[in-house]
């Protein structure tokens, strides 16, 4: 009896990136990167045909015996896989567990199949009733899977099938035809029951009103937990009474902020547990007079020294900027200090700043950067101060010229994340500029086109994949650039289905998590409800169903960081 391909590979056992290896790309270790170095060397060593793209993965309990096998980058194949023929995969296609893959098959980008589906491009011949149906030639035409394509578990797609680009076949479906683009087919043989982002008029005015009445009921329970999600993340045997994040965590600068923000937007007042004004001059004293910086607290509540700062802030203090300015603004007050080092800036100062910022490697850095910059600005106005030499003039035009006509980012995509980085960076540069001070964005349809192109790249968008910052940074830039009308049945389908996926991740008397929760991620600390997750998705909620039409039915609309009218005027 033949040993597999790759007997010589390591032998892990039942690892639990075999069985659930989308776990790798965040949780794999060194060693277990080497372990999977020497499964695919192994591989290829014994067929040298083999290719595997960056950060694939391959479960050494697969059964991979293909005669020619191409693994796009950031793919994977899964413990009981059973692989032959030739394979020709895009980035970020994925075989489950148990899946078989046969014969003469494609895919394109960003193929998702369930476990236990089978790909079958053969047939047996069965014509001839004087011959055993296994002793009759076999026939091949090929299986062919656009990008974008979503195949449940248990599906059966048989030989000579095309199925095109963002097409969804529902589990337990045999597909004996072509699915055309776009189409979710189900049943066997498999039908097209309806159109990804496309109904009827009278359809999608019942559908209007069923969301709106989700929207409204998830309002009102969030309302009527509000205290329950605060009280479970106040100590108040700290300092006085803290904020944390989450039960069991220690207290942050952010955590006390969110929680004003969050009883803010759904009761109309500073959190319970400490009076109003305490709160308000607690946050005013943390801010460092000489700096006019808020440094992090520590453990015990209190704040820790400010780092030594290269230029006019840096780590945690960026952000501080803007959760402990806009809880200022919420609470009726202000920082007591301008922020010193942005305060001494001239225009050269802040052209020479953006040019040496990391664009091409960091482009989320650069934009929370410059949001930082953009709403220290804002609060040094309310002191009078607006700047030596045109200094934020400067900033909001340099951003005009770096804008990359073909994309209205800032940034490229890279073969790594693709688009998530730039559309990240978009969102907070712009909130912080172009948006805090109501000016228009260059380039908004482009913008659109980027969006909606990261938003179909499923790494980010699918339910068990988004995170409140990539959900937000796709929101907000769509909403921002609404009155265009441009791609609008496109940007309108997209935010309902993304409300309806957050609507259904409220954890009850717990709020939201940062990380949408799933089976595969229930334990992993941004899977648990907290703060930061509550705010957040309430603010993205506001957007999504801006966007849709129905945001009247929230009875809410955000008023501090990410608040959608301008915060300022220039003129």
Known sequence: MSEPAHA?????????????????????????RDQQRRVQQALKKDNESYQFGENTFVSPLAAVQNEHLVLGAHSYIAAGAYLTGTLNTGRDCTINPYTTVRGAIELGDAVRIGAH??????????????????????????????????????????????????????AGSVVTKDVPPAAVVGGNPARVLRWRGTSSAATTAGRRTDLAEAVAAFAGTARAQTEDVLNRCFIPELEGGLFVDAPGGGPTVRAQCDAIEIADLLLGRAPAPLPAESQLERLRSWQDPDTGLVASLGPDGRQVPLPVVDGPFSGDAEYHI????YALDLLGSAFPHPIRGVDTMDAADVIAALDTLPWREDPWYCGAWIDSLGTAFLWNRGHGRRGRSGALEALLGRLLTLADSRTGLWAQPNAVDGLLLPVNGFYRGSRGTLAQFGLPVPYPERVIDSVLEHARDVRYTRPDRQTACNILDIAHPLWLTRATGYRADETVALARRLLTDALGNWVDGQGFAFKAPHPTTRSARESRPGLQGTEMWLSIIWYLSDLAGISEALGYRPRGVHRPEPAASLH
């Open 8 to 32: 010589d590979a390591p032998q892990p056992g039942h690892h639990v990136f075999d069985y659930t290896p989308w776990n790798y790309w965040t949780d794999a270790d060194d060693h277990d």
């Open 117 to 170: 589906t089978s790909l079958l491009a053969f047939n047996h011949g069965f014509e001839d009733l004087h011959t055993e149906v296994f002793r009759q030639p076999i026939t091949s035409q090929g299986i062919r899977i656009g990008n974008d394509v979503w195949i449940g578990s248990h599906v059966v797609v048989l030989d000579g099938i095309t199925v095109g680009d963002g097409a969804v076949i529902g």
């Open 322 to 325: 803007l959760c402990v300015g």
